[in-house]
Structure formats: structure tokens, C-alpha cells
């Protein structure tokens, strides 16, 4: 006798809505492959390429608390607005992200990259430049890889010094086709 | 000191005692009541997660807030109401008899005697769900068996 889906998805919902929860997160579909999309109440602190939630759900737990449940009502809005983007007709998120787990010169390097706007490139030593640290650009690639919340914070607008695409923690597939949809290619 | 067990994120807890919870409300409380008795009991797992110290015993300490949830839910019902209809897909085991029968013993001795003859909890993961001690359980346990054969002779 399993639980009927009707009264598991009432208890998640309810769970939300009392505000009793660390981390709500679901998974949706996307252009890019399906996404895990989480968010606290402060804001979205997770985007994962990898739709298996197994090891997602521990880090989240780790870093945000471990009242980490499946709920989609607090993650309507986000997931709105990405299709929206992935739709084309969305160039800016207004959705708030929550990077309050991470390091600070993390923080610093992802806040910064917010402002790089949508269809336009930065490379990694032009953020470091930006952040008044010249010489990190090493440091700033690193903290970009580890970038939580991809897509919404655009960590595929930041390419290398002679414009070509190189790393992306998602494949550089992924990077391609967000640039592409940005007009940020010649193709 | 022990090694403390890592507390797992809360979905992977649920995901992993919601169903033979659900199981066991029904076979408490009937299939209508075992819904809201389910949702109750989630939810006071939700909110006591953050105070767990360790991860041993959480398959009973599932067991024990959804049988404090059951005994709250049957002190408000009205007596007439008591016995439930159990839907006949549901063949009885005989622990579900149990849970009825030890529906009106002190929540403590109650538990112990549903954790131990019905789920085959040993007594000190009994003791841990009811934050006393292996002792304290057997105890609680046998002064419920106890109460229930003064009862029944």
C-alpha cells in the first residue's frame, strides 16, 4: 500500500507553505537538459545540470540546513521566469539568488558577474579587473566553476582572453547554446 | 566517543519511512483519519529534524511521533467513533490488533508495546525514539503487557 501521490504532494505543499523548510527544490526540463532548481527563502541557491538529486540534496543540506524537501509551489516563480529565458523573452531575472553559503570572494566574483548583461561577453581577467583584483584571474575561473546557480547568474557570458568558449562546469555544449540563444555567437 | 551517524536531508528521511508510516496509521486509525494523522506526523518530524543530534533510531523516531499522532488523534475522537473500517485490500496483520488494543495505555507504555511486539524494534532503539534509556523501554513495555492482561482476564 503506498502512500497516495495526491497526500505526499498535500504534505510537500504544506511543508512549504508553513514555511518549515530549508530547501525546497523540484526538477524541470529545459533546452539544456532537465535542471534541479532549489531555493531558500531568501532566494534561488541552487541550478544542477544533473538531474539526479542524490548528492545535490547533501550539499544543499550541508549548506543551507537539512529540511531539504521536493516541492514545487515556492519554485513556480523561478521556473517561470527560465522559461521565459530559454523562450527568448527574457533578458534579465529578477528572480533573488541566495550565495549567502558561499565564500566571500565568491560572493564578490558572482555578484559582479551579474552585471555582465544578457548577449555580451567578459573574460576572466576583465572580472578580475572588475573586482579590483588584476592579477585573480586564475582564482575568479575557479570561483566561476564552482558558480551554483548557472544560467541565472551567467557564468557562460565569461570566456577566455581571445573570445574562445573554454571551460563550463555544465560541458561546453550547454555554454554554446546559451550564448547562441543570447546572440552572444557568430555562428 | 561514538562516531555520531550523519543526518540525512530530510526528503531522503522521508522518502524512506513515509510509506510503512502511511501503513501503519491506516492500520491504527482507519484510511480517512490515517491522511490527516500522516500529514501531522510529517510535519512534527519536519520541525523537530533541526533538533537531532545523530542518526540512529530515526525509522523509530518516525514510529514514535506517528503513534503520538495516532493516540492524540483517538483521545479526540468521540467514543462511538472509536473502532475503525479498515478497507478490506488491507489483509489485518496481527500487530494492527495490537494497536488497537493498546490504544488507550499511557502513550509511553503504548509506544513501547507497538515498537517492540508490533514493528520488532529492539528496546534500545525504543529507548532512544523515547528519549529514555534500553531500561526505561523494557520497563515501559512490560508494565504495558501488563496493563493490557489485567485488562483482558
Redesign the interface.
Given at each position: 500500500?503506498?502512500?497516495p501521490e495526491v497526500?505526499?504532494e498535500?504534505?510537500r505543499e504544506?511543508?512549504a507553505a508553513?514555511g518549515?523548510?530549508d530547501v525546497a527544490y523540484t526538477l524541470t526540463d529545459s533546452p539544456v537538459g532537465d535542471l534541479l532548481v532549489a531555493a531558500t527563502k531568501r532566494g534561488v541557491c541552487r541550478i544542477s545540470f544533473d538531474p539526479e538529486?542524490e548528492h545535490e540534496?547533501?550539499w544543499?543540506?550541508r549548506s543551507y540546513?537539512?529540511?531539504?524537501?521536493?516541492a514545487s509551489r515556492p519554485l513556480d516563480g523561478p521556473r517561470r521566469e527560465l522559461d521565459e529565458y530559454f523562450d527568448g523573452k527574457r533578458k534579465e531575472f529578477e528572480l533573488p539568488v541566495d550565495l549567502a553559503a558561499l565564500p566571500s570572494f565568491q560572493q564578490l566574483v558572482l555578484d559582479e558577474l551579474q552585471l555582465v548583461p544578457y548577449g555580451a561577453t567578459a573574460t576572466y581577467g576583465g572580472l578580475a579587473e572588475r573586482i579590483g583584483r588584476p592579477r585573480a584571474a586564475r582564482a575568479v575561473g575557479g570561483a566561476l566553476n564552482k558558480n551554483p546557480v548557472p544560467i541565472v547568474v551567467p557564468c557562460h557570458r565569461i570566456v577566455g582572453a581571445s573570445g574562445s568558449l573554454v571551460g563550463y562546469a555544465g560541458g561546453l555544449e550547454r555554454k554554446e547554446k546559451l550564448l547562441a540563444l543570447e546572440g552572444a555567437l557568430l555562428s | 566517543m561514538m562516531n555520531a551517524v550523519a543526518i540525512p536531508p530530510f526528503e531522503r528521511f522521508y522518502a524512506d519511512t513515509s510509506e510503512e508510516i502511511w501503513r501503519y496509521l491506516v492500520r491504527l486509525l482507519g484510511r480517512d483519519a490515517a491522511e490527516d494523522a500522516y500529514q501531522e506526523t510529517f510535519l512534527r518530524a519536519l520541525r523537530g529534524y533541526p533538533k537531532l543530534s545523530h542518526a540512529r533510531h530515526l525509522r523509530a523516531w518516525a514510529y514514535t511521533i506517528a503513534t503520538r499522532v495516532a493516540v492524540d488523534e483517538r483521545r479526540r475522537r468521540k467514543p462511538d467513533e472509536a473502532v475503525p473500517e479498515l478497507g478490506a485490500e488491507d489483509s489485518r496483520p496481527a500487530y494492527a490488533e495490537l494497536g488497537d488494543l493498546a490504544g488507550d495505555l499511557p502513550a509511553t507504555e503504548r509506544a513501547a508495546v507497538v515498537l517492540r511486539y508490533g514493528y520488532d524494534l529492539t528496546y534500545a532503539d525504543i529507548g532512544a525514539a523515547l528519549g529514555s534509556s534500553e531500561a526505561a523501554a523494557r520497563q515501559a513495555a512490560s508494565s504495558g503487557v501488563r496493563r493490557l492482561r489485567r485488562r483482558s482476564t
Open positions: 500500500m503506498t502512500v497526500l505526499d498535500r504534505f504544506r511543508a508553513e518549515e523548510l538529486p540534496l547533501e544543499l543540506a540546513g537539512l529540511r531539504v524537501l521536493r | -
